[in-house]
């Protein structure tokens, strides 16, 4: 089961990068390369504890959907979501916020993931899956930090 842990130092308070990072809209933006869109559950919005999203995005190749849940939520310092449905074998992501002062918040990533058909899937882990899962995650973290830190924010979290 690999475990990729990232974390990324954020200008902005620890509120805004907690919301960014809870952003349907913001996660669209940082996966546009593989054309994701929410198709059922949340679909807009800020995600909340027990929300579910049903995604669908061309993986590898292949499009795909998968469904997480909201699992786990402490505002602003921590959520989890957990697939439900997908690909994997499961998944568990922890989003961990820690403020460094007024206006600078670390943010963490820990996604423990299971990849599908047993030896096959450690394989894959091994020669491309585990990278290719890393570099979403770093996308994801750099859109974040780049929305946070500039002014767009004000128009994602206007509402």
């Not at 919301?19 to 669209?28: E, G, N, P, T």
């Not at 570099?135 to 500039?150: F, Q, S, T, W, Y």
């Given at each position: 089961?690999?475990?990729?842990s990232?974390s990324?130092d954020?200008n902005a308070?620890i509120?805004?990068?907690f919301?960014?990072?809870?952003?349907?809209y913001v996660h669209?933006?940082?996966?546009?390369?593989?054309n994701?869109?929410?198709?059922?559950?949340k679909?807009s919005?800020?995600?909340e504890?027990n929300?579910?999203v049903?995604?669908?995005?061309?993986?590898?190749?292949?499009y795909?959907t998968?469904?997480?849940?909201?699992?786990?939520?402490?505002?602003?310092y921590?959520?989890?979501?957990?697939?439900?449905?997908g690909i994997?074998a499961?998944?568990q992501h922890?989003h961990?916020?820690?403020k460094?002062?007024?206006?600078k918040t670390?943010?963490?990533?820990?996604?423990n993931y299971t990849?599908p058909?047993?030896m096959i899937?450690?394989?894959a882990?091994k020669l491309f899956?585990?990278?290719y899962?890393r570099?979403?995650?770093?996308?994801?973290n750099?859109?974040i930090?780049?929305?946070?830190?500039?002014?767009?924010w004000?128009?994602?979290?206007r509402?």
């Amino acid at each position: 089961m690999p475990l990729i842990s990232l974390s990324i130092d954020i200008n902005a308070p620890i509120e805004r990068v907690f919301d960014l990072a809870r952003s349907i809209y913001v996660h669209k933006i940082s996966t546009k390369h593989t054309n994701e869109t929410a198709i059922a559950g949340k679909t807009s919005g800020l995600i909340e504890l027990n929300d579910t999203v049903t995604w669908r995005a061309k993986h590898l190749g292949f499009y795909q959907t998968l469904t997480s849940k909201i699992t786990q939520y402490n505002k602003p310092y921590f959520f989890e979501d957990c697939m439900l449905e997908g690909i994997f074998a499961g998944f568990q992501h922890q989003h961990i916020f820690e403020k460094i002062d007024d206006n600078k918040t670390m943010m963490k990533d820990e996604f423990n993931y299971t990849s599908p058909f047993g030896m096959i899937g450690k394989i894959a882990d091994k020669l491309f899956l585990e990278n290719y899962m890393r570099n979403l995650l770093i996308k994801r973290n750099d859109v974040i930090k780049e929305i946070a830190e500039g002014e767009d924010w004000r128009e994602i979290l206007r509402d």
